[in-house]
C-alpha cells in the first residue's frame, strides 16, 4: 500500500503546454512538498503544505501553482512549459509535529519538456 | 546557494569493507541531519538520523558522525553490501529554516561483490 503516490510517473510534453502531476498521501500526514531534482542531481524544495496551508514558497516562476484541497493531496499545476522545466519532480510528507523523523517520499515524476 | 554539500558523486567500495560518505553544510544553525537512500525509479526513503546535541548515531550497520565545529557529518556502513548500491543524499534543517530541509546533491555508492 503506497504511502505517498504521485501519478503520473513520466511526463513527456512540448513547450508551451499545460500540466499537472497529482500527489496523494495516506499517512494521515499535515504537512506535503514539492521538491525540485534538476540536471544536477540538486533536490530543492519548492512548496510545502499544512493542513492545505501555504507555508513554503520558494522562488520558482509563477507559472508554478500548487493546490492542495485537502490535507492528503497536493497537486502541482504548471502552465506555459519550458525547457528549463525538465525534471524530476518528487512529492513528500511529514507530520508537523513529528518532522524530525523525516519525510516521506513519492517514487517522482520525470518531466520532460521537447 | 547550496547549504549541503556532498563533494564526492560517486563512491566504490568492495563487498566487506567499510563506506564512508561525507556531507558539508555551511548553516551553523542547523541542528538536525538526516541521510536518505534512494534506489533508480524510487524516491528517498529514510535512513538515519542525528541532531546537534550527540556526535554519534548508531543504527545497525549505519553509523553517522557530526563534527559541528567543522560543519560536518559522515555515514559509515560497516560492513557494505551489494543492497547498499543506491544514491545517498544528506539533508539539514534548524534554525530558521523551519519545517524545511536542504538537501545535498547525493553520492552515489557502488558496493562491488
Known amino acids: 500500500d503506497t504511502a505517498v503516490s504521485q501519478t503520473p510517473k513520466y511526463l513527456v510534453t512540448q513547450m508551451g503546454n499545460d500540466k499537472s502531476i497529482k500527489c496523494e498521501q495516506n499517512?494521515?500526514?499535515?504537512?506535503m512538498y514539492w521538491y525540485k531534482q534538476d540536471s544536477k542531481k540538486f533536490l530543492k524544495i519548492m512548496f510545502s503544505y499544512n493542513n492545505k496551508e501555504l507555508i513554503i514558497n520558494e522562488t520558482v516562476p509563477n507559472r508554478f501553482s500548487p493546490k492542495s484541497p485537502d490535507k492528503a493531496h497536493l497537486n502541482l499545476h504548471i502552465n506555459s512549459l519550458e525547457l528549463g522545466d525538465s525534471a524530476v519532480y518528487f512529492c513528500?510528507?511529514?507530520?508537523?509535529?513529528?518532522?524530525?523523523?523525516?519525510?516521506?517520499f513519492g517514487s517522482g515524476t520525470r518531466l520532460t519538456v521537447v | 546557494d547550496q547549504q549541503v554539500k556532498q563533494n564526492s558523486p560517486s563512491l566504490s567500495v568492495q563487498e566487506g569493507r567499510i563506506s564512508i560518505l561525507n556531507c558539508d553544510y555551511t548553516n551553523s544553525m542547523f541542528d538536525y541531519f538526516l541521510w536518505y537512500k534512494k534506489y533508480p525509479a524510487e524516491g528517498p526513503t529514510f535512513l538515519i538520523s542525528i541532531s546537534s546535541i550527540k556526535d554519534k548515531n548508531e543504527d545497525g550497520r549505519f553509523t553517522v558522525f557530526l563534527n559541528k565545529s567543522a560543519k560536518h557529518l559522515s555515514l559509515h556502513i560497516v560492513p557494505s553490501q551489494p543492497g547498499d548500491s543506491a544514491v545517498y543524499f544528506c539533508?539539514?534543517?534548524?534554525?530558521?529554516?523551519?519545517?524545511?530541509?536542504?538537501f545535498g546533491t547525493g553520492t552515489s555508492l557502488t558496493v562491488i561483490p
Open positions: 513528500a510528507s511529514s507530520q508537523s509535529a513529528g518532522w524530525t523523523s523525516g519525510y516521506t
Open positions: 539533508a539539514a534543517s534548524g534554525g530558521n529554516t523551519g519545517n524545511q530541509f536542504y
Open positions: 499517512l494521515g500526514h499535515d504537512t
